[in-house]
């Protein structure tokens, strides 16, 4: 699971894509992040490592190569709710 800064710079790329056909350079990534280019480093190593994207050249943003652009559904257990049949739920309070 990502933490918020990780799925929002998740989004700001794959949306800058979508729209511009090109990823963005490091001035762009900070003015739509507020964010430094340290911070920016560090997340999108992590978001590397996670697989979300693939970035040879780690000095050039421009490189980055999108795998997913949202963040994966982790399978979750269904829990069962209680039936309840009579009208017992209604007349107890």
């Known amino acids: 699971m990502l933490d918020d800064f990780e799925r929002k ?5 794959f949306n800058f894509f979508a729209r511009h056909r090109r990823m963005p350079s490091w001035r762009e990534l900070s003015a739509m992040t507020y ?10 190593k992590a978001l590397e490592n996670r697989q979300y994207i ?7 943003p421009s490189t980055i190569i999108m795998i997913q652009g ?3 559904r982790e399978k979750r257990p269904r829990t069962t ?12 309070y």
Request: charged share 25%; proline share 0%; hydrophobic share 35%.
């Open 35 to 44: 964010r430094s280019a340290d911070e920016l480093v560090h997340t999108l």
């Open 9 to 13: 710079l998740l989004r700001v790329l």
């Open 70 to 72: 949202w963040e994966r």
């Open 54 to 60: 693939d970035w040879n050249n780690k000095n050039d």
């Open 81 to 92: 709710t209680a039936q309840v049949t009579d009208s017992s739920y209604w007349t107890q």
